[in-house]
């Protein structure tokens, strides 16, 4: 039996992950008693976070020994008393870890974080990552998350997070995390079969390449899908999948579709498949049926296939293991990619559920049984040929309400506990028998997933490392946050900073290197960043400041993990998931897809 967070300002009375003598500075953001939590800066004038209080060495309160799960909530702390403005800590970054400490988690898994928020910073929105989907949510969530990460954004401009700054290039394209700390790097939203260790490239400096304007649209349109080739960048419009060359974004080829993007493939297969779920026909009540499976080197439908039990919605496709899987509210199927035959097809019932499938280097399935008021998930792995099981993950907290796959080899999930928001992440044992290691979000962390099964495009997993962004806050010239690396522990080990006036956010991973991006400033553009093993970062591409209106069309921020940002082989490519059917303001054109590539 778990016990209760002790009251604030107070240690635990001893029992599961009770603190030692405290040695060791705790990491980002941890509350020092008294004194208001931290939470993201707002504008420049807002004081600088407090002095964060010291954690046990052996893991702070409520973290998961190996092989145990982490400790469920016990309901919420009490508001801790407000304390003085605090006063910056001496030395190193803002918010920088101490080498090989684990995140303290303020209470036990999935507790609810204090209020910390300062008098004058801007308001802080949990972004459609980690809300449960419920039955019939199908694209529902997805237009939900898109659109409060859309409002969040536009707030968060106005009230400054854009400043006007000097120049940050001092010419170094190279930044180094602390040297006291290492890590090794293969997962998430950028190519993860990219080269291992990617050399530097000789020209840094990038040009446009492609800039497709949105399709007009009469009503907010699905157009999830977009894959990176060594010749083309192909992305689901609203009539056709068109494949964009990387020397000039001119149309290689297109791929007429019969009905509307329901969902497609994060994926595409080594020899550049891809999968994707559409409409039947163009009506918007048509249903979510039809399954195809496209070539992207010859730029044509391979097989089609409508999907039994006549589904309504769809927001689940994936491909692993030569499979193409797919599963909705009413049931379940999966496909040989080649012969096209099907493997299994299965209907809901009784109390349990297919909830998705992710895939990558392997098939698993996030499997949901109870009521959903009170849900119980298990995580497992499918055998390709007959979609069997062959492992299992069930040590799964009973509080756990929604479960986002971030990788699948090594398994690494994001879950929400106690309420529809995200609240941790957690890697699992490599004999999938309990959580080696975890991450307590808090106000800390961005959430790396949006709201579907495999939707973590703001989150790099690589063998050894999980990287989070951590929330804005106040830096010397104006806004900035961090990427905070953890080992498969939950222990930090490096961080890569944004810059002056900079955001920063993981977006996939290339070998054993974690992809980052960085936003464009009010007058620069923004950068792509390979990350080593070791917390170093290269400059890798340097989008051109000429062209900022194109690089800013498309969202791409740490607050939301909607539009995907795909780095292949020295080209950067930004897509749209949803069309809005607004007008836009005043003379701007809203994109469908922005690619860059070396000059």
Request: glycine residues 14%.
């Amino acid at each position: 039996m778990s016990q209760p967070p002790p009251p604030p300002n107070q240690p635990p009375s001893g029992g599961f992950g009770a603190p030692q003598d405290p040695k060791d500075q705790p990491s980002y953001g941890y509350p020092q008693p008294g004194q208001p939590p931290q939470a993201p800066a707002g504008p420049p004038q807002t004081p600088p976070p407090g002095q964060p209080p010291t954690p046990p060495p052996g893991g702070a309160y409520g973290y998961p020994q190996p092989g145990q799960p982490p400790q469920a909530p016990a309901g919420p702390p009490q508001t801790p008393p407000p304390g003085q403005p605090p006063t910056p800590p001496p030395g190193g970054a803002y918010g920088y870890p101490q080498p090989g400490q684990p995140t303290p988690p303020p209470g036990g898994f999935g507790a609810p974080v204090p209020p910390g928020q300062h008098p004058g910073a801007y308001p802080t929105m949990p972004m459609g990552s980690g809300m449960p989907g419920g039955p019939g949510n199908g694209n529902k969530n997805k237009i939900i998350a898109i659109v409060a990460a859309a409002v969040a954004v536009v707030l968060i401009a106005g009230l400054g997070v854009f400043f006007l700054t000097k120049d940050d290039s001092d010419g170094n394209d190279e930044s180094k995390g602390d040297d006291k700390g290492s890590s090794e790097g293969s997962s998430g939203g950028g190519d993860p079969k990219g080269g291992g260790d990617p050399k530097k490239p000789q020209n840094v400096e990038g040009k446009l390449v492609i800039s497709e304007n949105s399709p007009k649209v009469s009503d907010l349109t699905t157009a999830e899908g977009g894959w990176a080739t060594d010749k083309v960048f192909a992305k689901s419009g609203v009539d056709a999948i068109v494949g964009y060359g990387l020397d000039n974004g001119s149309k290689k080829w297109s791929i007429p579709l019969k009905g509307e993007v329901c969902t497609a493939s994060r994926q595409k297969t080594e020899d550049n498949r891809a999968a994707l779920v559409t409409r039947e026909t163009k009506s918007s009540k048509a249903k979510c049926n039809r399954l195809m499976v496209i070539d992207l080197d010859e730029g044509e439908e391979l097989w089609s296939k409508t999907l039994p039990g006549e589904p309504t919605t769809n927001d689940n496709v994936t491909l692993a293991e030569g499979v193409v899987a797919t599963a909705w509210i009413g049931g379940s199927a999966g496909y040989n990619i080649e012969s096209k035959k099907e493997i299994w097809a299965a209907e809901n019932s009784g109390d349990c559920r297919d909830e998705g499938y992710a895939g990558g280097k392997q098939l698993v399935a996030v499997t949901r049984c109870g009521s959903y008021d009170s849900p119980k998930f298990s995580i497992q792995k499918v055998n390709p040929k007959n979609g069997k099981p062959t492992k299992k993950f069930d040590a799964m907290p009973k509080n756990v309400e929604a479960v986002r796959v971030a990788s699948t080899q090594p398994l690494t999930l994001e879950v929400a506990a106690g309420d529809s928001s995200a609240s941790d992440v957690f890697m699992i044992t490599d004999d999938w028998k309990g959580i080696d290691g975890q991450i307590r979000l808090g106000n800390r962390y961005y959430s790396g997933c949006s709201t579907e099964t495999e939707s973590c495009l703001r989150m790099g997993v690589t063998d050894k490392v999980v990287t989070l962004s951590t929330k804005t806050h106040s830096g010397q010239d104006g806004s900035t946050n961090e990427i905070m690396a953890f080992d498969r522990k939950g222990k930090t080990k490096w961080m890569v900073e944004g810059g002056p006036n900079r955001e920063i956010m993981p977006i996939g991973t290339d070998g054993d290197n974690v992809i980052g991006y960085k936003r464009p400033t009010y007058d620069k553009g923004g950068e792509v960043v390979s990350v080593d093993a070791a917390g170093k970062a290269t400059t890798v591409l340097r989008m051109p400041s000429d062209k900022l209106e194109d690089e800013k069309a498309i969202s791409i921020s740490s607050i939301s993990s909607t539009n995907p940002a795909t780095y292949h082989n020295g080209y950067f490519f930004m897509d749209q998931d949803l069309i809005s059917d607004r007008k836009p303001i005043g003379d701007e054109e809203r994109k469908l897809v922005v690619g860059y590539g070396p000059r």
